[in-house]
Nanobody
Framework: QVQLVESGGGLVQPGGSLTLSCSVSGTTFSIDIMGWYRQAPGKQRELVASITNGANYADSVKGRFTIFRDNTQSTVYLQMNSLKPEDTAVYYC????????????WGKGTLVTVSS
């Protein structure tokens, strides 16, 4: 019933920009912690950015990426600037909710390829 759908991935040149979006349905979006993770070839999945009221970023993307959310539209975004080849990865949207048991939901991912 809870669904996360990512979009916006694609091919971009180094130094370019790209914006990812994640549309959430089936839950009360406004109270949840949202995040973007990525997994590059041969590497484990890592947290890129997360947002509650404030935002947190991995050191590798700080100053280049911006995460923001629109609670009215139940959507979280990741604006990526000054992209580097090492940013190439499948990017996953994540929803986290702490309660009697902690709950995680994941999107299927969207591929970002940074190459000339």
């Amino acid at each position: 019933q809870v669904q996360l759908v990512e979009s916006g991935g694609g091919l971009v040149q180094p130094g370019g920009s790209l914006t990812l979006s994640c549309s959430v349905s089936g839950t009360t979006f406004s109270i949840d912690i949202m995040g973007w993770y990525r997994q590059a070839p041969g590497k484990q999945r890592e947290l890129v950015a997360s947002i509650t009221n404030g935002a947190n970023y991995a050191d590798s993307v700080k100053g280049r990426f911006t995460i923001f959310r629109d609670n009215t539209q139940s959507t979280v975004y990741l604006q990526m600037n000054s992209l580097k080849p090492e940013d190439t990865a499948v990017y996953y949207c994540n929803l986290f909710r702490r309660g009697a048991i902690d709950i995680n939901y994941w999107g299927k991912g969207t591929l970002v390829t940074v190459s000339s």
